[in-house]
């Protein structure tokens, strides 16, 4: 199992994300691909496409996938010893073809409503394996606003966590106005993966010239106690992880 570095852990809770190399091996990855390539979607975007897919109780390609390659043990590693991840029951894929001019304006992910236990649909990590290169100029990944997490979680500390619908609601910058840094486009090869905290804003990056699709597969995993904790996640957003020293 790949092992997450210390380093790496400090980044993610002052960042917000990490994104960690060679995840998938070279078996795993055409597997992936493969599966992407076959797989149907409904348009966002004249150049930009969306699978959804819900996992199979038993024998699912996909959840095979996360778990085979450790990426669920890896998410664990970010957390406190009492915390575990539950194993996702769906996963997205996004597909992206070139030209595609991503807007470069944060936002979070939409909740959805509240269910009948009171527990809003957020989650803690958003997870996306990369199914192909991620290289500046052409192709490089989302957008991310480094320690946007942190800046959004006291703004609903502040605010309350009511926000988020409010912002759910909205078609333009869907992120509360807080003084962020400025964004950075996430790069690396494929088989990476990269763990954003639920809060960091991101948006989809542009892709040009002549690299061919894009494709992210992305699994959203909340820990096995979330419907007790989700609003002290959202206003403490480093309270399900180990605190950097
Ligand atoms: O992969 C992308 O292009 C961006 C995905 C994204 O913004 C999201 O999943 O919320």
């Known amino acids: 199992m790949l092992q997450i570095s210390s380093d790496q852990h400090q980044q993610f809770c002052r960042d917000g994300f990490i994104v960690v190399p060679n995840v998938l091996n070279d078996e795993q990855l055409r597997r992936a691909q493969a599966y992407a390539s076959g797989a149907e979607y409904d348009d966002l975007h004249p150049n930009r496409k969306d699978h959804r897919r819900i996992f199979e109780e038993s024998g ?3 959840r095979d996938l996360y778990q085979e390659a450790g990426i669920g043990e890896m998410a664990n590693q970010l957390l406190r010893a009492d915390l575990r991840f539950e194993t996702p029951g769906h996963a997205q894929i996004i597909r992206t073809t070139p030209p595609y001019d991503g807007p470069a304006v944060p936002h979070f992910d939409t909740p959805g409503n509240l269910l009948p236990d009171g527990f809003p649909t957020i989650f803690n990590v958003l997870v996306g394996v990369w199914l192909c290169d991620h290289y500046l100029p052409d192709r490089p990944g989302v957008w991310v606003w480094p320690g946007s997490h942190i800046l959004f979680g006291q703004y609903l ?89």
Not at 185 to 197: D, K, M, N, P, R
Not at 223 to 242: G, N, V
């Open 60 to 62: 699912d390609v996909i």
């Open 157 to 245: 500390s502040e605010h309350g966590t009511g926000v988020v619908w409010e912002l759910a609601q909205t078609n333009g910058v869907r992120y509360p106005d807080v003084a962020l840094d400025e964004p950075v486009q996430l790069v690396g090869t494929a088989g990476s993966v990269v763990f954003a905290h639920y809060l960091l804003g991101h948006a989809s990056g542009p892709h040009q010239g002549e690299a061919p699709v894009r494709e992210t597969l992305y699994f959203r995993i909340v820990t096995s106690t979330i419907r007790e904790t989700w609003k002290r996640d959202l206003c403490e957003p480093l309270s399900p992880y180990i605190q950097a020293e």
